[in-house]
């Protein structure tokens, strides 16, 4: 078949044979000739479909243009632009009449015996008179239709079946003769070309977003594993933070025994004696605050952190975690020798930092048998800072070095088949809280010589993290003096008594209430000048939820926050909002001095500066 620009050509080549008049047709039946006009008109469409196939690959327009040309230069009543699927279905895209209106139902509207066999054979079907041909009148939708002339050509692109073109006239026959049937299917054959592409197109745009879609779903089931995993350790380190706190146990319990033997051996001796009973003030305050020491680094150890940083000192977690457990391996034989060097604090989590000393201690004295030694050094360069453990116990075997750090290896429990407890976890978390710290661990051991283990923490980290408010202190406001009328809400009787004791001698006046509730119904009825105000409160409501009264229904009022729960973000909140803090166990001396002017200092260590109370964007806590 010839190229449609050489069709073209051919076509200008006759423009003067053509342009002469043409006799009238010997019978009616006989199509006319074609007019120099329609020819004129089938040359500039053709030529026109290249530009648009060049300039647009669009599906609907292109093929709304291919429908509109071909019925214009057939004259054909109504035309059916159809795609043929790999399935062999038929797709019909476009229908419309000659005056432009859509045909309602296309599928029942054609001869799909002809269109069957041009898209199955992929050759052209041109009926004169299908209702009068043999080979179609037999056709119940020719009959129903009164279809005469049929054209149907094929729309074929790199020999594959794209679909077919298919006009026709209810009324004229004879209408395409052959030189509209030629150029039809010369017109076909780019239209075919310009869809195919455009099908190309089409596929190509749909894959783009397909893989973008799968990209977005990729990234999303990315972080999704990535928080999964992050959840994950965490609940390893909680784990094993958990499993160790289980071991030493018996040592906290062997340290508060001894306290509480203290304390009851010291009040039985001043009840029968009253010799003793000056001493009993100062031995029972001497051995409360060695109780606080204990509980205050069991919780900073245990507590769930977020991945917030904060700036920590090496030497004092070291000595946090070595108060919880040196007593129990000195009883075991172990003797601790420790060498602390000062050395900056650092941005980090402190909670996961402690785990990582707590499991290399409890390995070093698992690695012991009977007496021996674990020694203990911080150290610090420019760069880094050095915590190393180092024990005299059996070493590491050569083979077992590398696989240290991997999870679940471990020569201890059910896993390593060993007598002591262990899960095969402590060292992994352990290197893993490490690296998300930017630091490494070092390993040097020998059989029969010991092992060093060897933390190195960065004192710069290369990603800057916002550092979260610091542990908040016992604070005094100056502003406290001059009230009158004080509200102590706290669910400890004995705290409420000790309060109650100390302002009522300053002159005050003073209510007390264990619970939310009760505390809530006080403060609607009362003018209230202070509130001390614990947040642990027994039933539904909290010490957050009177703190929300009280703001809102006095304005003026002052809140004192007392507790000894574990600081969160949320308390924080609180206590930026409330003009004082008292962290429990507090000394009687603290709580007279948030009444009064005196001095900052309070005798036993502690600061009583209050931070400066400052706005706060958050809302109050509930």
């Known amino acids: 078949m010839s190229h449609p620009f050489f069709e073209g050509l ?57 429908m509109d040309r071909v019925i214009e230069f057939t004259q054909a009543e109504r035309g059916f ?7 062999g279905e038929m797709d019909f895209k476009v229908a419309l009449t000659r005056k432009q209106e859509p045909i309602r139902a296309p599928a029942a509207q054609v001869s799909h015996s002809i269109l069957s066999k ?73 239209a075919a070309v310009a869809i195919d592409n455009a099908l190309l197109y089409k596929q190509l745009s749909d894959s783009k977003t397909e893989i973008e879609k799968w990209n977005q779903d990729l990234e999303s089931r990315v972080e999704a594993r990535t928080t999964e995993l992050k959840e994950l ?4 380190v909680e784990s094993d933070k958990m499993a160790a706190v289980g071991l030493l146990a018996a040592g906290i319990a062997h340290e508060f025994n001894n306290i509480l033997a203290v304390i009851m051996g010291f009040a039985e001796l001043a009840e029968k004696n009253d010799k003793f009973k000056d001493r009993l003030p100062e031995t029972v305050v001497t051995q409360a605050k060695r109780a606080r020491d204990i509980t205050t680094n069991l919780l900073s150890f245990s507590r769930v952190r977020d991945e917030k940083l904060e700036k920590s000192n090496v030497v ?31 941005l980090m989590s402190p909670g996961q930092i402690q785990q990582v000393f707590l499991n290399l201690i409890l390995n070093a004295s698992h690695a012991i048998d009977g007496h021996g030694t674990i020694r203990i050094e911080v150290t610090s360069d420019k760069y880094n800072i050095y ?51 930017d630091g490494r661990i070092q390993v040097d051991s020998h059989i029969g010589r010991g092992s060093t283990f060897t933390v190195i923490l960065p004192i710069h980290r290369r990603k800057k993290a916002a550092q979260p408010p610091r542990e908040s202190k016992t604070g005094k406001i100056h502003s406290l003096t001059g009230l009158k009328k004080v509200l102590i809400v706290d669910d400890e009787v004995g705290i409420r008594d000790l309060i109650l004791q100390v302002l009522e001698k300053k002159g005050l006046m003073v209510r007390t209430s264990g619970t939310a509730e009760e505390a809530m119904q006080i403060l609607g009825k009362e003018k209230i000048d202070c509130l001390l105000l614990d947040i642990k409160l027994p039933g539904k409501l909290s010490g957050y939820d009177v703190l929300k009264v009280a703001r809102k229904g006095n304005r003026s009022i002052k809140v004192v926050i007392m507790t000894g729960k574990q600081e969160d ?12 803090y008292l ?11 948030l009444f009064d002017g005196s001095g900052e200092g309070s005798g036993d260590g502690q600061e009583l500066t209050a931070p400066a109370r400052q706005a706060d964007s958050h809302s109050d806590p509930t």
């Open 118 to 190: 041009v898209v199955s054979e992929g050759k052209t079907i041109a009926c004169e008179d299908a209702i009068g041909e043999s080979g179609f009148a037999a056709e119940s939708s020719i009959m129903e239709l009164n279809l005469r002339s049929i054209l149907c050509v094929p729309l074929l692109s790199r020999e594959k079946m794209v679909g077919a073109i298919y006009v026709d006239n209810q009324y004229i026959p004879n209408l395409f003769s052959d030189r509209d049937v030629q150029f039809l299917e010369t017109f076909a054959n780019q």
């Open 387 to 437: 915590t190393t453990v180092s024990d005299t116990g059996r070493g590491i075997p050569k083979e077992h070095l590398s696989r240290i750090f991997e999870p679940f290896f471990t020569t201890k429990g059910s896993f390593g088949g060993g007598e002591r407890p262990g899960t095969g976890l402590g060292l992994t978390v352990s290197y893993n809280v490490v690296r998300q710290h």
């Open 569 to 580: 973000a949320t308390l924080r909140r609180a206590i930026r909002r409330a003009d004082g």
């Open 316 to 346: 004092t977690l070291v000595d946090g975690v070595l108060t919880i457990v040196e007593k129990e391996l000195r009883l075991s034989g172990i003797d601790i020798e420790k060498r602390f060097d000062s050395v900056p604090s650092i």
């Open 81 to 87: 632009l159809i795609l043929a699927s790999e399935e």
């Open 233 to 236: 350790q965490q609940q390893l």
């Open 10 to 66: 051919e076509y200008l080549r006759r423009f003067e044979e053509l342009s002469q008049p043409q006799p009238a047709p010997a019978a009616p039946s006989e199509p006319p000739e074609p007019t120099i006009e329609k020819k004129y008109i089938n040359l500039q469409n053709l030529l026109e479909l290249c530009k648009v196939m060049n300039s647009t690959i669009e599906m609907d327009v292109l093929l709304k243009f291919v």
């Open 583 to 593: 962290r429990k166990p507090f000394t009687l001396s603290e709580i007279a001095r």
